[in-house]
């Protein structure tokens, strides 16, 4: 199952520069590093998008990253994979679902929800919720991001999400996800660079895990600013947990 879930992540990577002439989106690299009080990880990312019009009004949006990481434990490498259909009501709002599943640790976890994009002058406001079903529990999530563009190549945002994991054998766990991100793409160039951080907390059991992440992007279809409001930023912003970046 977990070699199906791998290749359908790499699918969706790979598709989008293979229909980059009716898509917008992108294709990205990165070196990750996670500090979880004191277990260190070191990595790579592999993830992509593409968003497709299907009609005036609706947009398909997939998405995919593979990662690897390695660490004294060993080594590991996951995928997530996500579909979105959205709606634009106007020029500003962008409304729909999603589907998506992510391999963590070995097992398959599914995911369904509901997002919301209200785009301003300057910046995109992006609101999610999701139901995840993990081994032997329930998640649910509610986040938030919001994207400053100081102009169309270079965005500045923050995001943050409150995450309610329902465990059969322990009870309930809380669990708070906040963090900074930039992206800028160099001018004349469909090559952006980005780099991000975010904390997840586990207040019930006082854990707490930095993730860090930077790389390189090529871009199609636009500046930075365009392709979010195409729905070519659907599933990457800081609106969820690190390891579900299906959504």
Same mark, same amino acid.
């Given at each position: ?5 791998l290749?359908?992540a ?17 294709v ?23 968003a ?8 398909? =949006?997939?998405? &995919?990253? %593979? $990662? #690897?990481? !390695?660490? +004294?434990?060993? /080594?590991d490498?996951v995928g997530?994979?996500a @579909? ?8 500003d709002?962008?409304a ?6 992510s391999?963590?640790?070995?097992e398959?976890?599914f995911?369904?929800?509901g997002?919301?994009q ?5 910046? =995109?406001?992006? &609101?999610? %919720? $999701? #139901?995840? !079903?993990? +081994?032997?529990? /329930? ?5 938030g991001? @919001?994207?400053?563009y ?23 766990i ?14 004349n ?5 980005f ?12 854990v707490?895990s930095?993730?860090f ?8 279809g636009?500046?930075?600013q365009?392709?979010?409001r195409?729905g ?12 579900l970046r299906?959504?």
């Amino acid at each position: 199952m977990k070699t199906i879930l791998l290749a359908s992540a790499a699918a969706a990577l790979f598709a989008a520069p293979a229909f980059a002439q009716e898509s917008v989106g992108s294709v990205g690299l990165g070196y990750a590093h996670t500090d979880t009080e004191g277990l260190k990880t070191d990595g790579a990312t592999l993830d992509g998008v593409a968003a497709v019009k299907v009609a005036p009004e609706w947009t398909v =949006t997939v998405n &995919g990253s %593979v $990662a #690897y990481a !390695d660490s +004294d434990f060993g /080594d590991d490498t996951v995928g997530a994979a996500a @579909a979105h259909l959205t709606k634009t009501f106007g020029s500003d709002l962008r409304a729909g679902a999603f589907a998506g599943v992510s391999d963590i640790g070995g097992e398959n976890y599914f995911s369904v929800g509901g997002e919301v994009q209200k785009y301003l002058l300057s910046a =995109t406001l992006t &609101g999610v %919720v $999701a #139901y995840t !079903d993990l +081994d032997g529990a /329930d998640a649910w999530t509610f986040g938030g991001d @919001a994207a400053y563009y100081v102009n169309p190549s270079l965005r500045l945002n923050a995001g943050v999400s409150y995450n309610n994991v329902d465990v059969d054998s322990v009870g309930e766990i809380d669990a708070w996800a906040y963090g900074v991100g930039a992206e800028y793409q160099l001018d004349n160039s469909p090559i952006s660079l980005f780099g991000s951080w975010q904390r997840v907390s586990l207040n019930d059991v006082d854990v707490d895990s930095d993730n860090f992440v930077v790389g390189a992007r090529y871009n199609f279809g636009g500046t930075l600013q365009s392709l979010d409001r195409a729905g070519a930023n659907l599933g990457r912003t800081l609106a969820g947990l690190p390891g579900l970046r299906g959504f």
